[in-house]
């Protein structure tokens, strides 16, 4: 029997009368919280759960109770269905919550604490004080997730994006989906150097996560690991845009080319983002250089040369005449497969986590789209056993994957449609929105935009800057940092912005 069960049957038949004492129904719903917060995330776990109390256990309803009524019909009707899955986590038993509204004046209790009216528990008021109840149990500090360091890459002086050292060679699954990619990025590893004859350029493009930016890291590790001093340069288009601009304005765009004559090897991830007309000509005439000078270029993007408009025609027949390859879907061979390898990173570092064979053939079954998915759920599931210290069953994956599927699959927003839901819900503009306009019924609308456009959509901040009137980056990072300051001041702004995301979701 599970833990969990086991203590529900005790808890049942414990003679406790109509039901378990408040207290340990409040300390086993901190585990509940727990898991809604894994799930959900902190912003939605913040915004509707921080003020729940669980009030009582009788064997069938959990009864659970918020200080706000709008605040109650919320969850009612948006996370009923995770409180149930996450509670029968913790009571097995459960048929139903409850949700009630906690009277202004009532006293909530936190596990340890008495009610005042409540004679036979008043003699437990001499109990220390319980944490917050908003406080999650503290994950042991040598289970927190670690910190990976991180490594720029330089050359001549650029410095490039960082690169992930969980991305290499030996953490890359092999299949039929990605193999001629694969085979492409360790023959280049292997050659750059070596003056052989190879695929240059290399250009790999897939939908996404499917592993581009992992085999980009892992050739640039690869290339340092056999050669230390080798000048191998990672950048993601968008740093390479960010530090021609820089340039620019130092007015200093010659030694920015200079800085790439010395190098042995070029990555560029994500070429889809290169923009701006400038940046597009630097771009073509560094790969011209390079390509010409015999250095290796090696290019990742979501799109395949010729179906990237913003390429001139001499620039899309450069970059196909070396190896294009794309990489597939992972098939369910290589989804147990990456899900093994992760599983096994994580019991590396705390071999008291695992998985089931049932578990893990869910996972793979479920989580049909990317590699992203299934990290992203063993993630989950150890964070849940890091919380829980509870044994991963079937329906605790269940509950989390159905919730990462959902969260994966939302609507596809676009900074069109926050404008128009922000121009609808303040009632001002598009075209103040995007004017120059400082005036703070315009200032406060646009921030509040730009905010929702870094978390609902992948843009990058300079591409958020341009959608929203031509703006430069930093001015979208003051309004991100703005409002994430005014939501820790202003609970209603959480609301808020939870009621423009549910506009946004519809
Ligand atoms: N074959 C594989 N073996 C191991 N891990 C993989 C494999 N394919 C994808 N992954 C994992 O999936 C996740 C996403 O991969 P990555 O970031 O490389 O995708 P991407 O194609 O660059 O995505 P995007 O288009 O969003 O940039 C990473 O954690 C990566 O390690």
Same mark, same amino acid.
């Given at each position: 029997?599970?833990?969990?069960?086991?203590?529900?049957?005790?808890?049942?038949?414990?003679?406790?009368?109509?039901?378990?004492?408040?207290?340990?129904?409040?300390?086993?719903?901190?585990?509940?919280?727990?898991?809604?917060?894994?799930?959900?995330?902190?912003?939605?776990?913040?915004?509707?759960?921080?003020?729940?109390?669980?009030?009582?256990?009788?064997?069938?309803?959990?009864?659970?109770?918020?200080?706000?009524?709008?605040?109650?019909?919320?969850?009612?009707?948006?996370?009923?269905?995770?409180?149930?899955?996450?509670?029968?986590?913790?009571?097995?038993?459960?048929?139903?919550?409850?949700?009630?509204?906690?009277?202004?004046?009532?006293?909530?209790?936190?596990?340890?604490?008495?009610?005042?009216? /409540?004679?036979?528990?008043?003699?437990?008021?001499?109990?220390?004080?319980?944490?917050?109840?908003?406080?999650?149990?503290?994950?042991?500090?040598?289970?927190?997730?670690?910190?990976?360091?991180?490594?720029?890459?330089?050359?001549?002086?650029?410095?490039?994006?960082?690169?992930?050292?969980?991305?290499?060679?030996?953490?890359?699954?092999?299949?039929?989906?990605?193999?001629?990619?694969?085979?492409?990025?360790?023959?280049?590893?292997?050659?750059?150097?070596?003056?052989?004859?190879?695929?240059?350029?290399?250009?790999?493009?897939?939908?996404?996560?499917?592993?581009?930016?992992?085999?980009?890291?892992?050739?640039?590790?690869?290339?340092?690991?056999?050669?230390?001093?080798?000048?191998?340069?990672?950048?993601?288009?968008?740093?390479?845009?960010?530090?021609?601009?820089?340039?620019?304005?130092?007015?200093?765009?010659?030694?920015?080319?200079?800085?790439?004559?010395?190098?042995?090897?070029?990555?560029?991830?994500?070429?889809?983002?290169?923009?701006?007309?400038?940046?597009?000509?630097?771009?073509?005439?560094?790969?011209?250089?390079?390509?010409?000078?015999?250095?290796?270029?090696?290019?990742?993007?979501?799109?395949?040369?010729?179906?990237?408009?913003?390429?001139?025609?001499?620039?899309?027949?450069?970059?196909?005449?070396?190896?294009?390859?794309?990489?597939?879907?992972? /098939?369910?061979?290589?989804?147990?497969?990456?899900?093994?390898?992760?599983?096994?990173?994580?019991?590396?570092?705390?071999?008291?986590?695992?998985?089931?064979?049932?578990?893990?053939?869910?996972?793979?079954?479920?989580?049909?789209?990317?590699?992203?998915?299934?990290?992203?759920?063993?993630?989950?599931?150890?964070?849940?056993?890091?919380?829980?210290?509870?044994?991963?069953?079937?329906?605790?994956?269940?509950?989390?994957?159905?919730?990462?599927?959902?969260?994966?699959?939302?609507?596809?927003?676009?900074?069109?449609?926050?404008?128009?839901?922000?121009?609808?819900?303040?009632?001002?503009?598009?075209? /103040?929105?995007?004017?120059?306009?400082?005036?703070?019924?315009?200032?406060?609308?646009?921030?509040?935009?730009?905010?929702?456009?870094?978390?609902?959509?992948?843009?990058?901040?300079?591409?958020?800057?341009?959608?929203?009137?031509?703006?430069?980056?930093?001015?979208?990072?003051?309004?991100?940092?703005?409002?994430?300051?005014?939501?820790?001041?202003?609970?209603?702004?959480?609301?808020?912005?939870?009621?423009?995301?549910?506009?946004?979701?519809?």
């Amino acid at each position: 029997m599970q833990a969990a069960q086991k203590a529900e049957s005790q808890d049942v038949g414990s003679g406790q009368g109509a039901g378990t004492p408040t207290s340990a129904v409040e300390g086993r719903g901190q585990k509940v919280r727990a898991m809604l917060k894994v799930q959900l995330g902190d912003e939605v776990y913040s915004s509707w759960f921080k003020s729940l109390e669980f009030e009582s256990f009788d064997g069938r309803i959990v009864k659970v109770s918020v200080p706000v009524k709008f605040v109650r019909n919320w969850i009612q009707e948006h996370y009923s269905d995770h409180l149930l899955h996450c509670s029968r986590i913790e009571f097995a038993t459960v048929e139903r919550v409850e949700v009630v509204w906690r009277q202004p004046g009532a006293v909530a209790q936190r596990p340890g604490e008495a009610r005042p009216q /409540d004679a036979n528990t008043a003699a437990t008021a001499a109990t220390p004080p319980p944490a917050s109840h908003t406080d999650l149990p503290q994950r042991p500090a040598a289970l927190r997730a670690p910190v990976l360091p991180v490594q720029r890459t330089s050359a001549g002086g650029l410095e490039g994006s960082p690169l992930d050292p969980r991305y290499t060679f030996d953490s890359f699954v092999v299949g039929a989906s990605n193999r001629m990619a694969h085979a492409g990025a360790t023959q280049v590893a292997e050659t750059v150097l070596s003056g052989a004859p190879g695929y240059n350029p290399l250009y790999i493009h897939s939908q996404v996560g499917l592993g581009k930016s992992h085999l980009l890291h892992a050739i640039a590790w690869e290339v340092k690991k056999r050669a230390p001093n080798a000048q191998v340069l990672y950048l993601t288009a968008e740093r390479f845009r960010y530090q021609f601009v820089e340039a620019l304005r130092s007015s200093d765009p010659l030694a920015f080319k200079e800085r790439f004559r010395n190098i042995n090897m070029l990555l560029i991830d994500d070429l889809e983002f290169l923009q701006g007309e400038r940046t597009e000509q630097e771009f073509d005439h560094i790969i011209n250089a390079l390509l010409d000078g015999g250095k290796q270029v090696v290019v990742a993007s979501a799109r395949a040369p010729n179906q990237i408009e913003r390429l001139n025609e001499r620039m899309r027949s450069r970059l196909q005449r070396g190896l294009v390859t794309e990489l597939q879907s992972l /098939d369910h061979e290589l989804r147990l497969k990456v899900l093994d390898k992760r599983l096994a990173e994580k019991r590396a570092a705390d071999p008291s986590f695992s998985l089931s064979r049932d578990v893990v053939d869910l996972l793979a079954l479920r989580l049909t789209e990317n590699g992203r998915e299934l990290e992203g759920a063993v993630t989950r599931l150890y964070a849940t056993w890091q919380y829980m210290r509870t044994p991963i069953t079937l329906d605790i994956a269940e509950t989390v994957i159905r919730d990462l599927v959902q969260n994966l699959e939302p609507r596809r927003i676009k900074i069109e449609d926050i404008l128009r839901i922000i121009s609808r819900h303040y009632g001002v503009s598009k075209g /103040d929105l995007l004017s120059q306009r400082r005036h703070r019924s315009v200032v406060w609308p646009r921030q509040i935009g730009m905010y929702l456009a870094k978390h609902l959509t992948a843009r990058s901040l300079p591409e958020i800057g341009r959608r929203f009137g031509g703006r430069d980056h930093t001015t979208v990072l003051h309004a991100i940092r703005k409002i994430e300051g005014e939501i820790s001041k202003n609970p209603n702004l959480g609301d808020e912005l939870e009621e423009l995301k549910r506009l946004l979701n519809h």
